[in-house]
């Protein structure tokens, strides 16, 4: 058999040969390299600590320390098991969407009927068209599964079928286990990278699958969402978050989950979803969690120093609405305008938070995490607009600011008026940035940055005392 092998142009095989000339000396030089730094290493060591043996002379015998009889027990080949690997959040979504469609197929030929309670921050959502956006975005991303794929192709036949939308409109038994073990896992250039987004929303997934199914841990799941909505609220200055705050306080109250439905959750999530990474990084300390619990024998235990009152969020969600209606206090008015407080303020400060409900361990408590009682109820209440436009009345009246410096004093502003104090940290993040992403040094001169700066520290100090 012959076979016609195309020459390159001349000027090409020159060309190639010496990228190859070239790569050659790299290796080469490579190999030297590494030769240097074997006889290198070896140098130190036997400058730092000298040849412990003597020229030539080498170690011949290693002493074995066997502690708790390791060595007597892995001489007799013990049974091992794998550990347990948490499977990956792509595939773990994709699962939990398969279990909500599931359940909804099953109250469908049950005959039993979804709650479909209005959704009043936004359109109406029936179970039907919920079970065809989860089975779309199922589809979708199946369809976007990659044959040539290594890892895809044992299971191209499975992937096959069901890249077909119509493969979707029934799921029997055998094409859930089929999507469960061979396609679920799988890679797809269907690809989300906000990864916050996707941990609430499989937060959300599972808080309707425990509506659905009447799971023991809807408590558990619904205190987290709540978590993450009153982490967002702490940041209505955020003009997406502010949009939504409506919603935001609905959720992280009580009254929006009683008889909460699939259809108020899966409206919930696709407006909180994009909002959940805002959450300021210090305040992002919410844990997501995937384990069975195994429950054995009833055991009553005391614990010291526990309690059985309410937790610091709950304490401050009824602190706020106390203090709120009881603003005109003389005490809370001079926290509020920034005025000094005096011993006696602080007292009677102190005495609305028990009036409030809040015992003194959980008034320690948010004391010690503020730094300061004034800058905890501060934080409740917010810095008088006034106040705080005074404040920063220097860096605005009388001079020519660019409409870049006030819009920047105007967020700072903004900013105090809700959260009552700021940390300097604040004007290098969202959203400061965004009107420059160098931070304040690019829109102000350093040395007004400093004093704007020094503001902020009063303005802390000032609740602090």
Known sequence: MKLAVPLLPLPEQHCIATILDQADALRAKRREALAQLDSLTQSIFIEMFGDLYGPGQHKQFFNVFNYCQNLE???????????????????????????????????????SKVEERAAVYGDQLTAEQLRGELAGTLHQTVAAMNMDNFVERPQRKSVERLAKLDAWNTLDADSHAELNER???????????????????????????AVLQALPDFAALKGRIQAIASALEDQMSIPAIKAQMVLIQSVAGEEWWENVTVILLESARKKLRA??????????????????DELGIDATIELP???TGMNLAKFKDKARQFLRDHESHLSLQRLRRNQPLT??????????????????????????QNHGLGIFIRSLVGLDRETAKQAFSQFVVGTTATA??????????????????????????????????QGPEAVFPVAKVTELVQVLDDIRERARA
């Open 73 to 111: 027990f892995f001489s007799q080949n013990p049974d091992h098991s794998d550990g347990a690997t948490s499977e990956p959040l792509t595939k773990r979504l994709f699962k939990a969407r398969l279990q909500v469609i599931a359940e909804l197929d099953r109250l469908t030929v049950d005959g």
């Open 183 to 209: 396609v679920a896992g799988l890679p797809t250039a269907l690809v989300d990278d906000d990864e916050d987004a996707k941990r609430f929303d499989l937060a959300v997934l599972r808080t309707q699958l």
């Open 275 to 292: 909002l959940v990474k805002l959450i300021e990084k210090g305040k992002k300390n919410i844990v997501y969690t995937d384990f069975a």
């Open 305 to 307: 120093g526990a309690s």
């Open 343 to 368: 011993t006696s303020d602080l007292a009677e400060l102190e005495r609305m938070l028990v009036e409030a409900g809040g015992s003194p361990e959980v008034i320690k408590l948010a004391t010690e």
């Open 404 to 437: 870049s410096q006030l819009e920047f004093i105007d967020l700072i502003v903004q900013y105090l008026t809700e959260n009552g104090t700021m940390d300097a940290a604040r004007l290098y993040e969202s959203p400061f940035t965004d009107i420059s992403q």
